[in-house]
């Protein structure tokens, strides 16, 4: 049983997911806020935070920020329907593990969380062409090259999520284990959060198309 | 304070010794015309000011004629201060500076919305302060400069803070107006027509996702009209098939171009592929992939429906062969389509760009 708590301040929303999680899946808490949300996960210490990236009084960054310290287990989903660049590379880079869309289908929701739970990365169509996007200006020099550039394969990888392939067809595609692809997201995931590139915050915010 | 009261007085028409002004101010206040009279005459004695008021009472007659009036009063409170004592100077000092505080109040307040600078009252208050001091005969030099930074502070200070506020103000409500407007045109619409097909649930969730879309261009992209970008082109035809097919068209790319002839080919090449998919492949969703990059843009249509066989499809069939195939081939580029029974679709549609 995965334990998770759902942060979104929309009720309506809140009540649709908690009716299509399936039995795999228990809701343990709900919050509409970041005020609200911090204690409750610091309490609850769930698997799986399914988090907003807009909350009223903040983003699902600062719901990250707030509790990732304290709880270093607890995973974070990142799910929205504002598809804003700045706002997915932001949460992502706070430490969420994947980022979906609130048009999800219950199976692929479903799905993400119980990944997520087991530490991989999670990655819609959509984030992928926006890290494709950011690192896409070839490969650059520094004292971290290996952050700031993407490997082919995991480019490949990539471009496949955004065509719409799920990870076994890649798998399958690729002549690669469904590990082996969720390990080159994973990697993906943590150039993200690391690289230092300063472009890809300003990219984000310049980004402002889909 | 902020608006002068209009007097109901009027001139008596039947009580009336010079004009009826005495008698009017009598059935006005509801006294004796004799008193009245009598305090007029009085005033009279006290320079003359009884006399003006008078003439400025007649002016005034119900409002008719304000300003005379106004002039006249002054007039009368001028005599009046001088028959105490004060010399010239000093009631010009009085005048001026009641004459600063009328234009205020006229003006309501000086500090209302819209509120221009009252120049002309805190020029005739400043005049008004410093000789009004300078005839007092403040010894003190402090003063007369003081007074003036005091009256420009009094005047000036509020009316500044309230400048900026009604700035601030203005433009949230501006904001606020747009953003109403764009509801009502948008949203408001999309719910009626959601409430009106409530019962055709694909119809439902393709005018849903068309205004999601709509919704997020404005909010996050680069504003309403025909598309100028290839993506924003793209979204466009996205949206246009899932509301005449009714599947669910989920869009992403990397990188972005100017649209331009060759690109609008590729659109409609890509908008074909779609249509198909939302046509014939049974899938529910299909995945769209904008790539552009340097030297060339390339978008993937992709579905996981039946599939076909390529080789099963008539030759009068000309769908895939012209629509999608041949425009490519017309615009420079290429088209591929992979496909097999059970495995779905994808359609990858590749355009060289020149080096710029």
Known sequence: MIRVVLVDDHELFRAGVRGELGSRIEIVGEAGSVTEATPLIRELDPDVVLLDVHLPDGGGEAVIAAVAQERPGVKFLALSVSDAAEDVIGVIRAGARGYVTKTISSEELRDAVARVAEGDAVFSPRLAGFVLDAFRDGARVGDDAELENLTAREREVLQLIARGYKYKEIAARLHLSVKTVEAHVSSVLRKLQLSSRAELTRWAHERRLI | ?356
Not at chain 2, 65 to 87: D, E, K, M, Y
Not at chain 2, 304 to 310: A, K, L, N, S, V
């Open chain 2, 1 to 356: 304070m902020n608006q002068i009261p209009v007097l109901p007085f009027e001139r008596s028409g039947h009580d009336r010794v010079v004009a009826g002004v005495c008698g009017g101010i009598a059935s006005t206040l509801g006294v004796d015309a004799t008193l009245v009279r009598l305090v007029f005459a009085l005033l009279s004695i006290a320079g003359g000011a009884g006399i003006l008021l008078y003439f400025a009472l007649w002016a005034y007659d119900g409002g008719r004629r304000t300003w005379p009036a106004i002039v006249l009063i002054a007039a009368a409170a001028a005599s009046l201060l001088v028959a105490l004592g004060l010399s010239g100077a000093g009631v010009l000092g009085v005048g001026l500076l009641v004459a600063g505080l009328v234009v205020i109040l006229v003006r309501g307040g000086s500090i209302r919305q819209e509120g221009s600078l009252p120049k002309l009252a805190i020029v005739l208050m400043v005049i008004g302060a410093v000789t009004l001091l300078d005839h007092v005969g403040a010894s003190n030099s402090f003063i007369g400069p003081g007074a003036v930074v005091g009256t420009l502070l009094l005047v000036l200070g509020p009316w500044v803070w309230q400048l900026w506020r009604d700035h601030q103000e203005r433009i949230r409500l501006q904001e606020r107006a747009d953003v109403a407007a764009r509801i009502h045109d948008s949203v408001l619409q999309t719910l009626a027509l959601v409430q009106r097909h409530a019962d055709d649930a694909p119809r439902v969730s393709a005018i849903a996702r068309r205004q999601e879309r709509e919704l997020r261009r404005w909010l996050y992209g680069s504003g309403v009209g025909d598309a100028v970008t290839l993506a924003d082109a793209l979204a466009e035809a996205a949206t246009e098939v899932e509301e005449l097919h009714g599947a669910r068209v989920e869009l992403a790319s990397a990188g972005d171009l100017p649209l331009d002839e060759s690109l609008e080919q590729l659109v409609l090449a890509a908008r074909e592929a779609m249509t198909n998919a939302a046509k014939f492949s049974t899938a529910d969703e299909i995945s769209v992939y904008l790539e552009a990059n340097g030297d060339q843009v390339a978008v993937f249509v992709r579905d996981r429906g039946i599939g076909f066989d390529r080789a099963g499809v008539p030759a009068d069939r000309r769908g895939v062969a012209e629509s999608i195939e041949g425009r490519m081939r017309r615009a420079g580029g290429s088209a591929a389509v992979v496909s097999s029974p059970g495995s779905g679709t994808e359609v990858e549609l590749t355009l060289p760009r020149a080096a710029q």
